[in-house]
């Protein structure tokens, strides 16, 4: 992995982009990348689609490797990677505001807001994607979908950060107690925001352990405040699995 770690730093830079710059691109913060590229840690195999994207090379080429895939295969790899439609999704917004159907999402907020029972902030650009099937390296993404909201800056944001900051519904830091039903592939992502709720859809609950050993449907929300983006994994949990290596 230290080819990799030498790469990230080289792309990186190649892209004229700081540690911070790139951290807010990739989700994580900025003292991951600094481990990434001195070695000291090493993103997971998720990852490395979305680290290769934003760099604009291969896995291969970030993974220091020759290839020995035919040239369609890596071009499949890019088209299909989750994070590169995110981010394409996000610039054709950003260049061309004017095309976006601001009805749907609109629509798709207020679903959101309707299935964990908070109100939100009905303007701004709604992003998702599902996994179903979805493997990368013969790994699989266990979350049936991530989403994003990047709001409008306007009264209705305002109005919202100022409920949460007093709402017990959010945290400004994830309880550690709840670590336990997240999913390993997102828990990285439970230290990148400013206020966070675990939502379970079958108990109804908020921020809670699940009362019995079964399965469990959460949602698993993080809010940036200095980037208006609200981030949601949806996935299933069976809480006995954790309860039996105990």
């Not at 004229?16 to 070695?39: C, D, I, Y």
């Not at 998702?128 to 994003?148: A, R």
């Not at 039903?181 to 109804?204: A, C, F, H, R, W």
């Amino acid at each position: 992995m230290s080819k990799c770690s030498e790469n990230i730093k080289k792309y990186r830079k190649e892209k004229n982009l700081t540690q911070t710059e790139l951290a807010n691109m990739l989700f994580v913060s900025k003292q991951a990348v600094s481990k990434w590229e001195t070695g000291k840690g090493y993103p997971d195999t998720a990852s490395l689609p979305l680290i290769a994207n934003t760099l604009g090379v291969s896995i291969d080429e970030l993974m220091g490797e020759k290839s020995l895939e035919p040239k369609k295969s890596k071009i499949k790899i890019l088209l299909f990677s989750f994070i590169g439609i995110l981010v394409t999704v996000l610039l054709f917004f950003l260049l061309v505001p004017s095309l976006i159907d601001i009805n749907k999402n609109i629509v798709a907020i207020k679903g959101i807001a309707q299935q964990i029972g908070y109100d939100l902030p009905t303007h701004g650009l709604y992003v998702t994607i599902t996994f179903e099937d979805w493997t990368i390296y013969g790994n699989t993404i266990p979350v049936n979908t991530m989403s994003y909201i990047v709001f409008s800056d306007d009264k209705e944001l305002t109005n919202f950060e100022d409920e949460i900051k007093n709402s017990h519904l959010w945290a400004p830091v994830f309880p550690e107690e709840l670590l336990p039903v997240v999913i390993n592939e997102i828990q990285q992502y439970t230290t990148i925001g400013d206020y966070y709720m675990l939502y379970n859809s079958t108990s109804k609950t908020y921020n809670a352990l699940p009362s019995s050993l079964e399965s469990n449907d959460y949602l698993l929300l993080i809010y940036q405040k200095d980037l208006n983006r609200l981030i949601i994994f949806e996935y299933t949990f069976i809480y006995e699995e954790v309860t039996n290596e105990k």
